[in-house]
């Protein structure tokens, strides 16, 4: 684990590089140095039904991201940094916290940056008892090196693929090389893991879920996408094509962002999805409450 500290010291936990040295309390991207800090924690009902199952998944919201997205739905958390420093000792005792509770599995939201944190804190757990499925829930811009020291640990990789286009990426995240970096993820991420295997009780044990948030205006590239996913990872992945984009944050000041999808758009999303041979989408949400146009 101290090998997975020491990558703090020179940083690049992340695809960003930034070579910062946040032992030492400096700064990168991320705005995070030595210790991670947590928004929120506890047994969440609103996620994936595989995550859920009848007690909820255990979620801890990560503060700060590698990414930039200007339409982020928990900006709050994602850009303005809103939540507490925690030590690995702490950390580890909200892990058997959400365990005593019953939760199904820990549920790491946005970990990118807090990789080598999140490990020392599960050490701690694990000689405490833990051993809940680990969900790796991340905006799938996540590096190959760091990706393989989860190996063994991660249960459950559940990645954002926000983009199929660089040029979009760099505007709509600030950064453009996004769909390289992270189709290259998600396969590492399936070598890992492969596809999602859900146990008799309906609850997700180990596997790939992807998550991908229709834009406005094609703005997120489903067509690639889905093809992505059915040729080159499994036509058996699992995947959340979801529709419940709002404009909020910077959105609010871009034309193009400005507006929820339509049914229509909903609809082609789905359709594309069908057509590329993707044979297990998430349930279909929100559709009743979209416009029409
Ligand atoms: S984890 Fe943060 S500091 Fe490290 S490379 Fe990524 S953005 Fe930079």
Redesign the pocket.
Known sequence: MQVALSVLGD????P???G?N?LAGD????R?SRQAIVSSYGAHFGEETPLVGRYGSGTIFFANC?LECLFCQNYSTSQLGEGQKVSGDELADIMLTLQAQGCHNINLVSP??VVPQILEAVEIATKSGLNLPLVYNSGGYDSIETLKILDGIVDIYMPDMKYDDEETARELSGIRNYPEVNKAAVKEMHRQTGDLEIDREGVAQRGLLVRHLILPHRLAGTKGIVRFLSEEISANTYVNIMAQYRPCYKALQIPRLGRRISSAEFHEALSFAREAGLNRLDRIQFVESLPVR
Not at 11 to 14: D, L
Not at 27 to 30: Q, R
Request: glycine share 6%; net charge positive.
């Open positions: 940083c690049s936990v992340c960003r590089s930034c910062v946040r700064m990168g991207k991320c995070t590698d990118t940056h």
